[in-house]
């Protein structure tokens, strides 16, 4: 077993340790989708409640040979029904995590994102790819490629404390955060670059706290100790970053998606700052993918509530 499988396999073998987490899942109407949350369930991750038109599930599941009997349904007539169902059981606390299933990421963001019957607490809400990469020697964490789109300033402080405190939940205890540009040095018409001093000064005035900040960096001086020595920067980051922090959505994305896909890279996704865990993946992405995925949402869901007790 190859290095790249045995780290995803070790986050998972730890959260198999945990009480499984009630999870809604939100329109699984895929094989992939379904078979994701089912792999999770037989590991012992979650307990899947999965939410949609039932009569689709069940042929679906029938179908693919894939037993939901044991399972708990509710009905939803559509996608924007079963994001609503979703969000209200996690609100009341029947659902633990909500787990995003075939549908559209706007359908299902929405319902969550309301001020007023969602999700939010006093975190900006932000996504973390978990990437897994032959190519490097540990664990790296993106942020944020799937919510925020043009992040501010203060965005990008609760987005770096988020994936903070996502590595402090997979055992980075004192994580490097790099913060992304396409140089080195601040330039004041290149806004990523004054973020990024802005962020590190924020970190010294412990504004930001639990991790180690440095930035701007190019993304080859944030995970390549041969880079650093071409170049002669001097760091207690660069070159072993455990978190890299992206200029904007589609540079995170873009980033993620050309590690995996030509990287051979694993990944998982996850969304943090709401009341719950959210396994966030896209349509596209494999059963295994969702099984780590919902992993890490558990080791979360259970590091948040023994810190909330």
Not at 37 to 57: H, K, R, V
Not at 199 to 209: P, S, T, V, Y
Not at 214 to 240: C, M, N, W, Y
Request: charge should be negative; proline fraction near 5%.
């Amino acid at each position: 077993m190859d290095s790249q499988v045995s780290r995803f396999d070790i986050l998972v073998e730890r959260a198999k340790q945990l009480p499984a987490v009630p999870v809604a899942v939100c329109y699984p109407l895929t094989r992939v989708a379904l078979a994701g949350a089912l792999d999770a369930a037989s590991c012992g991750l979650i307990c899947p409640i999965l939410i949609g038109p039932q009569n689709a599930i069940l042929h679906l599941a029938k179908t693919e040979g894939l037993e939901i009997g044991q399972y708990e349904g509710i009905e939803a007539a559509n996608e924007i029904e079963a994001a609503k169902i979703s969000v209200e059981l996690c609100r009341s606390g029947r659902a633990g995590a909500l787990m995003k299933g075939s549908l559209h990421t706007d359908v299902f963001l929405r319902p969550l994102l309301s001020r007023e019957t969602g999700l939010r607490t006093t975190r900006r809400i932000s996504h973390i790819f978990v990437m897994d990469t032959p190519a490097y020697s540990r664990i790296l964490l993106i942020t944020d490629a799937a919510i925020n789109i043009l992040p501010s300033l203060e965005d990008k402080v609760d987005i770096v404390q988020n994936a903070i405190h996502l590595a402090h939940v997979l055992g980075v205890p004192e994580p490097k955060v790099a913060i992304l540009s396409a140089v080195e040095t601040v330039h004041s018409n290149i806004v990523s670059t004054v973020h990024a001093a802005a962020l590190c000064k924020m970190a010294e005035r412990g504004q930001i706290k639990g991790g180690i900040l440095d930035g701007p960096l190019a993304f080859d001086t944030a995970v390549s100790p041969e880079a650093i020595r071409i170049k002669h920067l001097t760091s207690s980051v660069a070159g072993q970053a455990d978190i890299v922090v992206v200029p904007d959505l589609e540079s995170g994305n873009m980033l993620a998606k050309q590690l995996e896909y030509l990287g051979g890279a694993s990944l998982a996704g996850i969304v943090i700052g709401a009341s719950v865990p959210i396994i966030l993946t896209s349509r596209a992405d494999s059963a295994k993918t969702r099984m780590t995925s919902a992993a890490v949402a558990l080791l979360l869901h259970v590091s948040e509530t023994m810190a909330s007790s």
